[in-house]
């Protein structure tokens, strides 16, 4: 049952104007904070007016401003799940769960609220306050709550942001869980591009009010259209840069030729690799290897299994402490070569090289 | 001197008040609720109509309320047709205490409703509820003790009225005077006893009624829906 979504609303500061279809799986919608992702989902859902649009769901037209017609929230049968998951606080469990299922004989109520509940794996907490749950808990009884209604479409709101790292990695496998067996579009707002990837198969980039990108994710992440793009989904390294050849580009900020893989149709504007895939080449190497820089170490940053170097290219680094790369490498590989006299030969490898169209000649195409 | 023996002003005081009390509660709600959802220009002019009879004097708000209600105001024409007339006559006196009470619920129960994280409300309508559940089953019970309090200042200008009543509702002993008539017109008979004697049964009802809501909003209160 595919989503159609047409939206154009003025907001404070830009507006917003999209145009896609979802269809019956999970789609990623990413973007920074004041993007318009919230706004997004709630016109679809009805909490918002659009200036003008047009919102259809499967066979249901939910909204056309051209001919007048809007669906009011309560009849659109879209479930949403809110950012901080808006339970009752005067109500139990039980009875936010069975908000929906009033209309239905007792029996009836009672079997489909405890089949909810169960599927949350919420079963113990029906007699509970939400001011007595945890925020996993309160998230799952929402959950169960939204889904409770039977919508043919579902909209979750940065769903895991309010939780702690480890409950969110619990919640995403009870996410993803939830997804494989509903049947319906699922939107899904976020802005870690991780959580994104992981939970969206199609993947919808908003920047102030637009779409940056729309597509599968695995595209998405390994060629980003633009700039903003490369950085929403995590790319540290971006250089303007210039054509040279039918094969070769200069990347002006980096300071040096590439060669790439890539067939360039277009001006060319950006070049980007992301850091984990900079590789460190044998320092007794020749020269003449293709796409071999001499780099230095600025400074380092360590994570539990990973470093971050910021890597001077051309030239030993200055008091400025500026910096031309992000590499990311495992641990286990950085003490094979940390010790090494530097400079060290730094690899862009071609397959990894992605060219960004000018930002101008974005628009048009 | 006064009878001592004719209670009337207490059933009549009683009876206006709770009555308008229950008129404005159900009115006032009503245009808090449908006032939260809507903004505009249009909307500060209905504000000013609802909050006129709290900034001016009683005595305006009777004067108005004559020339509605008067043999040839828009009202009193209409009630003629039935031949009803309300001027100097018992619900008189529950019509201007619940005009003069209105504003202070409307108020009162904005500034409940307002409190309200509107999520909920939006949560419960996503969930397919109309606006009347909504509001009963959502906004209501959330803002239930501010709504409360604005019973409680109503009802207490309700009790309190005694401009305008006196200028639609006059007083007539045993069918119009309420408590505040009676005590003015006993002092102005210089019946001090009578006099004293109303304020402390003013007195009374004012603190049983304000023990008896503090009891029921103990028991009401947001206790019930389980502390961690």
């Given amino acids: 049952m595919p989503l159609e979504v047409h939206i154009e609303k003025t907001l404070a500061e830009f507006a917003l104007d999209v145009a896609f279809q979802a269809e019956d799986e999970p789609l990623g919608i990413l973007g920074p904070s004041g993007a318009g992702k919230t706004m997004l989902l709630r016109c679809i859902a009805g909490l918002e007016h659009p200036n003008r649009g047009r919102i259809a769901l499967g066979g249901r037209i939910l909204l056309d401003t051209g001919r007048g017609i809007r669906v009011p929230a309560r009849k659109r049968r879209i479930g949403m799940l809110f950012q901080h998951y808006g339970l009752f606080p005067h109500r139990s469990v039980r009875d936010n769960v069975g908000f929906s299922l009033r209309q239905l004989p007792a029996a009836q109520r009672d079997r489909r609220l405890r089949l909810m509940l169960e599927q949350m794996h919420a079963a113990e907490l029906e007699p509970r306050y939400p001011r007595q749950l945890s925020g996993g808990e309160q998230q799952r009884v929402a959950l169960a709550r939204a889904l409770a209604s039977d919508p043919e479409a579902l909209l979750l709101d940065e769903p895991l942001s309010a939780l702690d790292a480890h409950l969110r990695s619990q919640m995403e496998a009870q996410l993803q ?41 695995e595209e998405t992440f390994r060629r980003p259209p633009s700039v903003e793009v490369a950085r929403l989904t995590g790319c540290k390294n971006i250089s303007q840069a210039r054509m040279v050849a039918e094969n070769t580009i200069e990347a002006v900020q980096w300071g040096c030729r590439l060669r790439i893989a890539q067939r360039l149709a277009g001006p060319v504007g950006h070049v980007g690799i992301r850091a984990h895939h900079l590789d460190f080449a044998d320092p007794a190497g020749g ?64 397959e990894f090289l992605f060219v960004m169209p000018e930002s101008g000649s974005m628009e048009s195409a | 001197m006064a009878q001592p023996t004719d209670w009337s002003p207490i059933w009549i005081s009683m009876e206006a008040s709770v009555t308008a009390t229950i008129i404005t509660l159900v009115f006032g709600l009503a245009a808090a609720f449908w006032r939260e959802r809507h903004n505009g220009v249009t909307m500060a002019l209905f504000d000013g109509a609802c909050l006129l009879p709290l900034v001016l004097p009683p005595t305006v708000v009777g004067f108005f309320l004559l020339l509605l209600f008067g043999r040839n105001g828009p009202l009193g024409r209409l009630l003629g047709r039935i031949g009803a007339s309300v001027v100097f006559s018992r619900p008189a006196t529950v019509i201007t205490a619940a005009v003069v009470a209105f504003p202070l619920m409307y108020l009162t129960s904005r500034a409940a409703l307002e409190q309200v994280d509107s999520r909920f409300l939006e949560a419960a309508r996503t969930l397919g509820a109309s606006e009347w559940r909504v509001f009963r089953e959502i906004a209501l019970p959330l803002a239930w003790p501010g709504v409360l309090a604005g019973t409680i200042l109503s009802f207490a200008r309700a009790l309190g009225e005694f401009g305008a009543t006196l200028m639609l509702a006059g007083d007539i002993p045993g069918k119009t005077a309420t408590i505040p008539i009676a005590i003015y017109f006993a002092v102005e008979a210089d019946d001090m006893r009578s006099a004293v004697a109303w304020c402390a049964v003013d007195v009374v009802i004012s603190l049983a009624l304000l023990g008896g809501l503090y009891y029921w909003t103990q028991a009401q209160g947001p206790a019930r829906w389980a502390r961690r």
């Fill in chain 1, 177 to 217: 869980e939830t997804f494989s067996s509903y049947r319906g579009p699922v939107l899904l707002v976020t802005h870690n591009f991780e959580e994104a990837y992981r939970l969206g198969a199609q993947l919808l980039v908003l920047s102030r009010g637009r779409i940056a990108a729309f597509g599968p994710r």
């Fill in chain 1, 287 to 350: 020269t003449e290897e293709q796409n071999v820089f001499a780099c230095w170490l600025v400074r380092s940053s360590e994570t539990p299994f990973r470093i971050s170097l910021y890597l001077r290219l051309h030239r030993p680094p200055e008091q400025s402490g500026a910096y031309e790369l992000q590499a990311e490498v495992f641990k286990e590989k950085w003490e094979r070569f940390r010790h090494l006299p530097q400079p060290w030969r730094v690899k862009l490898s071609p």
